[in-house]
């Protein structure tokens, strides 16, 4: 179901719909700062399973996850000073941003490293999401950016499609900080500069 969402000023009553089916072991896609991605809740193993069936990935390539604030990530992720201030700076934004996961990261979303990605993108909408569930949620590419596409791209598969508006598809720039020292994996809409 395509349910539209006002970006600036997201209608809490839809949003808790949304909620609703996460809480339920629902699948939904959503609008970021960079893409409109397909996730679920954090723990939801079989959500997470069959999206990596839908995107044809590999257990062994987790997803990134989304947080709400430098506080959930510190939840998440193990976070040293040097990485508090270099996320405090960019965040949020099209950043994603690889780091040490703690216990309270599913193994399915850590890589063999035990880091996981993490993104707070400056999208209202997926922050209230996130904000209103209590915890992340995972994200990958719907790889199209308009909602009845993705529709007809997972006809069988989402429970909700949010509609926020076009965007201007661009990847995340993902950087890790894994032991303080930066190092750019992908660059992508967000600035590098600072790490070159």
């Known amino acids: 179901m395509i349910i539209s969402i006002n970006p600036q000023n997201p209608q809490q009553r839809l949003v808790n719909m949304v909620i609703e089916a996460l809480d339920n072991g629902g699948i939904i ?6 893409f409109y991605g397909i996730g679920c809740d954090l723990y939801n193993k079989r959500g997470i399973q069959l999206i990596h069936k839908l995107k044809k990935r590999s257990l062994k390539e987790p997803f990134s996850i989304i947080c709400d604030s430098l506080k959930e990530i510190s939840r998440y992720a193990q976070v040293s000073n040097y990485a508090f201030k270099t996320m405090k700076r960019l965040l949020p934004g099209p950043y994603t941003f690889i780091l040490e996961g703690t216990k309270l990261v599913p193994k399915i979303m850590l890589t063999k490293q035990k880091t996981v990605g993490i993104r707070v993108p400056d999208n209202n909408i997926c922050l209230n999401i996130v904000r209103t569930l209590r915890r992340p949620i995972i994200t990958t590419s719907a790889e199209v950016d308009n909602p009845y596409l993705i529709q007809d791209a997972y006809p069988s598969h989402l ?6 508006g076009s965007l201007k598809p661009s990847p995340s720039s993902v950087i890790s900080l894994v032991g303080d020292i930066p190092e750019i994996i992908r660059e992508g809409k967000g600035d590098v500069s600072d790490f070159l």
């Open 159 to 164: 429970d909700f499609i949010i509609d926020g």
């Open 29 to 34: 896609a959503y609008p970021t700062d960079t």
